[in-house]
């Protein structure tokens, strides 16, 4: 009984590691800062960036955002520069959103 209950601590303790171990990229800090670069650098307002969750931290390794804005949307090429979580990024496709639809004018 001890002996099953040591092989069950030993086990846990290595599962609890390896999930400690694998650092996941921040993409909620991630798509602020896009967000806020975006309406920085084009002057766009109310601008919402959306990445995919639990990103393993790994140099090298590229993945897709996509941004939002009241006219225009963007996807946006992310590349993880290191293992400690820096990365860069590039806009592009760019697209007109759909308009809103307009009232027209009174006879």
Same mark, same amino acid.
């Given at each position: 009984?001890?002996?099953?209950?040591?092989? +069950?601590? =030993? /086990?846990?303790?290595? +599962?609890?590691?390896? +999930? =400690?171990?694998?650092? %996941? /990229?921040? %993409?909620?800090? /991630?798509?602020?800062d896009l967000a806020h670069q975006l309406e920085s650098d084009l002057g766009l307002t109310s601008v919402q960036v959306s990445c995919p969750d639990s990103l393993k931290v790994q140099a090298g390794t590229s993945f897709t955002c996509t941004a939002k804005g009241p006219d225009s949307a963007f996807e946006i090429t992310v590349t993880q520069d290191d293992d400690q979580g820096n990365v860069g990024w590039k806009f592009s496709g760019a697209t007109p959103? *759909?308009?809103? *639809?307009?009232?027209?004018p009174s006879a």
């Open positions: 009984m001890q002996a099953r209950i040591a092989r +069950v601590a =030993a /086990l846990t303790a290595v +599962v609890v590691f390896a +999930v =400690a171990c694998t650092k %996941t /990229l921040d %993409t909620s800090s /991630l798509e602020t959103s *759909p308009a809103a *639809p307009s009232a027209s």
